[in-house]
């Protein structure tokens, strides 16, 4: 029996594979989180330096990406070999302390990586064999990468939603999750319903309440899901984001000036929706009436 028919007759086994498989991207996603802001950042100085025509900093004695220069402690600098790298095993072996300077190793790390895990086995679940999981999936760690680098920089990188935006319309000429009408019409409708609100916002207030990220990362969702479950991904990230926002403010002390990211709760919402969506929505015009 090949892989491909095992994985299609049991579901068990698909799920495992699919939560270990998650494992191991939590572990790369952490590269990303970390590195992909320092590049953007990189690039935008060398950007700024040929527009105004200045001398360019001296070249970086190495390479910066997401491959180069291999892991390291950030504090001694000494190379993670691989067996010290194994997602969450690693770190409860290794107690949570660098194995050289046993300088403590952020808990953020096995976290992200065994939410990436978990959540990758739920899709397996909800979808099972074949490409609905393969995309899905992909949804999946580029929306807990984009959610981090979020709560990190309140930034939501352009080489990560727009790439997958194009993907999401692409897959809906296979009506995968949604068909093209809806898709193009998510895209659209999910930009342009939160930028009005931005602007209206502005109007009103003269300030800016949530940056165009937002704006590209809800066209993403819509071109993924279709403009039906736009309500209740913006209902649900909405009432998170107020509960969250409050609890924030009212119990850890969180200077209401300061702005709360709101990727990471459309991220989520939109999670919810491709794994749940219809049910949600069924559940609310029945709650409602409609």
């Known amino acids: 029996m090949s892989l491909a028919s095992l994985l299609q007759s049991n579901s068990t086994l698909l799920i495992t594979l699919a939560g270990i498989l998650g494992l191991l991207i939590g572990s790369f996603l952490n590269v990303v989180i970390y590195r992909l802001p320092i590049m953007m950042e990189k690039s935008w100085r060398k950007q700024c330096h040929e527009f105004l025509e200045m001398e360019a900093p001296d070249a970086e004695p190495e390479t910066f990406n997401l491959n180069q220069p291999g892991s390291r402690c950030p504090h001694c600098q000494t190379p993670i070999r691989a067996h010290q790298n194994i997602p969450v095993i690693s770190y409860l072996l290794l107690r949570g302390k660098c194995a050289h300077c046993h300088a403590p190793i952020a808990i953020r790390y096995p976290i992200i990586e065994a939410f990436t895990g978990i959540a990758s086995a739920l899709v397996a679940w909800r979808f099972g064999y074949g490409c609905e999981t393969l995309f899905a999936l992909l949804l999946t760690w580029s929306l807990i ?124 919402a939109g999670w919810l929706a491709m794994l749940w969506g219809d049910r949600i929505n069924q559940l609310y015009l029945q709650y409602t009436g409609i």
Do not use: C, N, R
């Open 145 to 268: 990468a984009l959610s981090v680098i979020d709560i990190d920089h309140q930034l939501l990188p352009d080489d990560i939603t727009l790439p997958m935006l194009w993907l999401g319309l692409l897959l809906s000429l296979f009506s995968l999750y949604t068909s093209p009408e809806a898709s193009i019409i998510g895209a659209s409708a999910g930009y342009m319903s939160l930028w009005t609100i931005y602007q209206a916002f502005k109007l009103l207030t003269g300030k800016e309440g949530m940056g165009y990220g937002d704006f590209k990362l809800l066209a993403l969702l819509g071109a993924w899901l279709g403009w039906q479950l736009l309500p209740v991904i913006i209902l649900l990230s909405s009432l998170v984001g107020a509960v969250v926002g409050i609890a924030m403010i009212a119990f850890m002390k969180h200077d209401h000036a300061k702005p709360i990211p709101f990727g990471p709760y459309l991220a989520a």
